[in-house]
């Protein structure tokens, strides 16, 4: 799992990004609102062989994104059945 940070004006161009870099590799995609500000936050679950892939291609299109933490599924999936 990794999570992205975009401007809400950048949601569209990151997910042609995403799209196009992941097509079937990528499994899950989640967009939420970043309360009391104008950005948006991505969770992706993608296969690890697209991680680099897809954090390049993110980089050179959208400089200002901010990354997260990549964390493996099932990590993740325990992090989220903690809250």
Same mark, same amino acid.
Request: aromatic share 4%; glycine share 4%; hydrophobic share 50%.
């Given at each position: 799992?990794?999570?992205? +940070? %975009?401007?809400? !004006?950048? %949601? &569209?161009?990151? $997910? $042609?990004?995403?799209?196009? +870099? ?10 939420? *609102?970043?309360?009391? &500000? ?10 690890? +062989?697209?991680?680099? =892939? %897809? ?5 050179? !299109? /959208?400089?200002? =994104?901010?990354?997260? $933490?990549? +964390? *493996?599924? /099932? &990590? =993740? =999936? ?6």
């Amino acid at each position: 799992m990794m999570c992205i +940070t %975009v401007e809400a !004006a950048s %949601v &569209a161009e990151l $997910r $042609r990004v995403i799209v196009s +870099t992941c097509g079937d590799l990528m499994s899950y995609m989640r967009v939420k *609102p970043v309360e009391h &500000a104008s950005k948006m936050k991505f969770w992706l679950c993608l296969s690890k +062989t697209s991680i680099d =892939a %897809v954090i390049g291609n993110i980089m050179r !299109a /959208l400089p200002q =994104a901010e990354f997260g $933490r990549i +964390t *493996p599924l /099932l &990590a =993740a =999936a325990s992090l989220s059945n903690t809250n």
